[in-house]
């Protein structure tokens, strides 16, 4: 049996993981060797616990061959979008693109004004600029109508 790499994330939470978790997590792999961690315990300063943990189940379930009975659902949209940037860090490709696809699946058909707030991004457009771009581009605002859910 390999040998377990201790990880401390953001939070001062100490996690054991297998060392075939750590070799995907590109951020760590700098700190494991062959033959395990090159460092006692490995600092995640951007992962909380509850990232790390749910990060271990899709591990586990990808392992098992399971990865579709992994779910974000019950994240809220603060809570998935901080996940998101925590697996991002840690450079978790398959994870990341998991995510990636949650987050579009949230945002998809929803209004302009839904993905800006959804982002956090300020909208810079005067109103007559917006006029004119929604004018000149109407079949791109299809759906428009759609409201965020609270």
Same mark, same amino acid.
């Given at each position: 049996?390999?040998?377990?790499?201790?990880?401390?994330?953001?939070?001062?939470?100490?996690? $054991?993981? $297998?060392?075939?978790?750590?070799?995907?997590?590109?951020?760590? &792999?700098?700190?494991?060797?062959? =033959?395990?961690?090159?460092?006692?315990?490995?600092?995640?300063?951007?992962?909380?616990?509850?990232?790390?943990?749910?990060?271990?189940?899709?591990?586990?379930?990808?392992?098992?061959?399971?990865?579709?009975?992994?779910?974000?659902?019950?994240? =809220?949209?603060?809570?998935?979008?901080?996940?998101?940037?925590?697996?991002?860090?840690?450079?978790?490709? #398959?994870?990341?693109?998991?995510?990636?696809?949650?987050? #579009?699946?949230?945002?998809?058909? /929803?209004?302009?004004?839904?993905?800006?707030?959804?982002?956090?991004? &300020?909208?810079?457009?005067?109103?007559?600029?917006? #006029?004119?771009? /929604? $004018?000149?581009?109407?079949?791109?605002?299809?759906?428009?109508?759609?409201?965020?859910? $609270?």
């Amino acid at each position: 049996m390999a040998k377990l790499i201790s990880v401390k994330t953001c939070d001062d939470v100490v996690f $054991e993981i $297998e060392p075939s978790l750590a070799k995907n997590m590109k951020a760590l &792999q700098p700190l494991v060797d062959e =033959d395990g961690a090159k460092v006692s315990v490995a600092p995640l300063p951007n992962v909380s616990s509850n990232h790390m943990t749910m990060i271990m189940e899709y591990h586990r379930l990808s392992d098992a061959g399971k990865v579709k009975e992994f779910s974000v659902e019950k994240l =809220d949209n603060e809570e998935l979008k901080d996940f998101l940037l925590a697996v991002h860090y840690l450079d978790l490709e #398959a994870l990341f693109e998991f995510l990636t696809l949650a987050v #579009a699946n949230r945002i998809e058909n /929803r209004s302009v004004r839904y993905v800006r707030e959804y982002f956090g991004i &300020q909208n810079d457009f005067t109103p007559e600029e917006e #006029a004119a771009v /929604r $004018e000149k581009n109407a079949w791109t605002f299809k759906g428009e109508g759609i409201e965020p859910e $609270e």
